[in-house]
Structure formats: C-alpha cells, structure tokens
C-alpha cells in the first residue's frame, strides 16, 4: 500500500484559508443575486399596482432589466469560484495524509 507523503502544515493551512476565502467570496455573491430577485420582484411590483402611469412601467421595467443583470452576473461569478474551489479541493486532496 503506497503512502503519501507528508505534508507542510503551513502549506495545508494556505490551502483552507484560500478555500474559506472562495467560500465567503460566493456568500457575497449570492446575496447580491438576492438583491437581484428583490429588484426584479419590486419591479413587476410597481408595474403591476400603478398600471396606468407610463413613469411607473418604465421605472419598472428599469428595475427588473436591472435585476436580471445583477442575477445573470451572479451566476456568471459562482461559476467562475465553482471551478476555483474545485482546483483548491484538488490541492487540498494532494495535502491529505
């Protein structure tokens, strides 16, 4: 049975806080995907309450136009830290005894 060899404990520790860092990093990114929903949900909100106004439907479509780029870059970003935690489990496997 092959062994692995052992690792540098501080090397092991660069490798969990770079992983906690990906996973506060995707913490901020959800809530801004949040903020997104709720400009979306307060867009069809206004259009839906003030139907008659044409300010109303364009500050409405405005908000939701903007609530779906804000969702749409969120889940570009997870994504993009999804492959990265990925890579740093990888490191993090090499690193295990």
């Not at 690792?7 to 959800?30: D, G």
């Given at each position: ?15 969990l ?68 935690m ?12």
């Amino acid at each position: 049975m092959a062994r692995r060899k052992r690792t540098n404990p501080a090397e092991e520790q660069l490798v969990l806080s770079m992983e906690r860092t990906i996973l506060s990093k995707q913490r901020t990114i959800l809530s801004f995907m949040q903020t997104g929903l709720a400009f979306i949900g307060v867009g069809i909100l206004i259009i839906n309450v003030f139907p008659g106004s044409q300010s109303s439907v364009i500050i409405g479509t405005a908000l939701v136009l903007i609530g779906f780029v804000e969702v749409l870059e969120s889940l570009r970003r997870i994504m993009l830290y999804k492959k990265k935690m990925e890579k740093v489990k990888k490191k993090l496997g090499k690193h295990r005894v």
